[in-house]
């Protein structure tokens, strides 16, 4: 594809690595109504079936006004539930079109979110996104800049930040309780969908209630195959981030927090079962290296997936669950051990033993109020959502790039301050993509 130079606005701390990717000049906010804390919002969704239903539940007592989506048979449900709202299979029109919308919830395939959060606040609109909030480090990246040019309140999907159990494990770690941490190791048990599998050949007929085109996007065109959705997309790296992109920003979430993680130096694919240019392995062992922070001492970070585990620490009998047992993490520090389960829930020291013994220090960080209610009070002026794209984009970055290794199929070295690879110049490829005309950011 041609290549074409980026605008100013994405000149983001460097841009040699994002030099195959593509802006629109701006619309320009269309100036937000500030909403009295005691109004409704008038809220749209992009994206009303699958995990979109869980999302628009958690805003009902707002307004729904509109509703979108590709697939208007698996909508089914919400349009039933909110029979007031506008129905669009388009969100560019939806948003062109309907003027009274306050802030859009937006749960769709990975590759959406980034164009659609894009559109939604180059329109003034605030905006809540699906884990990962993007499909590449570059999307990551633009949007939090634009979060900050438009001035809008912006929350990632990964609800597990707003609970206690995060919180805890910042303030152990924090407090001394496990000394330095030099070693982490973060598990999940997916995939649950096909991966290591190729294009597949057949081209049977779209579904009626389907517009596939609009459901594809930013991605390269392809003839339609039930292989890639509803519930597939994820493996398909035109469409999902695999493993990584499904569970990452949920069990990262409590060290990259607590260890305050930034950006890593290199990231290696340390085992593959399988894998190819059209989907993510079977499972996968990654390495992430981090280097000091403040009086923070460096620290390697391992991910598994697909069943692999991470060995028992030693002294943590083999009765001990780890994690939540499917997911979880755990924190090697110079004078304990630490675990948390998926969304950093059941925060405890290792061995059991121990944390029989020990005292928990004060609460240092504030409560959440909700994932979704500190979205919807900073829509009306009150706060900042814990995992506003400030904080989010970050860890998705981190999500992303190991992706990247996972494709490069080596270990890659990462310049943060240029988002360039340094070491595998065609890696740079899969820190940003092409997109199809019409739908670049």
Not at 202 to 229: F, K, M
Not at 313 to 334: A, K, W
Not at 414 to 419: F, I, L, P, S
């Amino acid at each position: 594809m041609d290549k074409k130079k980026i605008t100013r606005r994405a000149f983001i701390a460097g841009t040699a690595a994002a030099a195959g990717c593509t802006t629109v000049p701006g619309r320009g906010s269309r100036g937000k109504r500030r909403t009295p804390p005691s109004a409704k919002l008038n809220i749209a969704g992009i994206g009303a079936g699958g995990r979109a239903e869980t999302d628009l539940w958690a805003v009902r007592r707002q307004n729904v006004v509109a509703l979108c989506d590709v697939d208007w048979a698996r909508a089914t449900k919400m349009f039933n539930a909110f029979p007031n709202a506008k129905k669009y299979k388009d969100f560019r029109v939806m948003l062109e079109k309907q003027k009274d919308i306050d802030a859009v919830v937006i749960a769709t395939p990975d590759h959406i979110h980034a164009v659609a959060a894009m559109t939604a606040m180059q329109f003034g609109k605030h905006v809540f996104v699906e884990k990962p909030m993007a499909h590449s480090a570059y999307e990551a990246r633009m949007l939090a800049e634009a979060a900050r040019n438009y001035k809008v309140a912006t929350q990632m999907g990964n609800q597990g930040h707003s609970g206690s159990g995060v919180r805890v494990a910042c303030e152990i770690v924090w407090s001394g309780g496990i000394g330095p941490v030099r070693e982490v190791h973060v598990w999940t048990n997916r995939p649950g969908w096909p991966q290591n599998i190729t294009r597949p050949t057949e081209t049977p007929p779209i579904p009626e209630t389907l517009d596939w085109d609009l459901w594809l996007g930013p991605a390269p065109y392809r003839p339609y195959n039930p292989a890639y959705l509803p519930n597939r997309w994820r493996g398909w790296w035109d469409f999902g981030c695999g493993a990584l992109g499904d569970m990452g920003c949920h069990i990262l979430d409590p060290p990259y927090w607590a260890l305050k993680l930034g950006a890593p130096t290199s990231v290696e694919p340390v085992k593959l079962d399988g894998g190819n240019n059209e989907t993510g392995p079977k499972s996968s062992i990654i390495r992430y290296d981090f280097p000091q922070r403040g009086e923070m001492v460096p620290v390697t970070l391992y991910w598994y997936d697909g069943g692999t585990m991470p060995p028992r620490p030693e002294g943590v009998g083999e009765n001990e669950l780890l994690g939540d047992g499917d997911n979880g993490s755990i924190f090697i520090g110079d004078k304990g051990i630490m675990t948390t389960g998926c969304y950093g829930m059941n925060t405890r020291l290792l061995p059991e033993s121990r944390m029989r013994d020990y005292e928990l220090p004060p609460e240092t960080i504030p409560r959440s109020i909700g994932h979704t209610r500190e979205w919807l009070a900073a829509c009306k002026g009150e706060g900042t959502p814990g995992s506003n794209f400030d904080y989010a984009a970050p860890l998705s970055e981190l999500v992303s790039l190991g992706n990247v290794a996972l494709r490069a199929r080596q270990k890659i070295e990462w310049d943060a301050a240029n988002m360039k690879v340094t070491n595998v110049p065609e890696a740079n490829n899969y820190v940003c993509r092409d997109y199809r005309e019409g739908w670049s950011l």
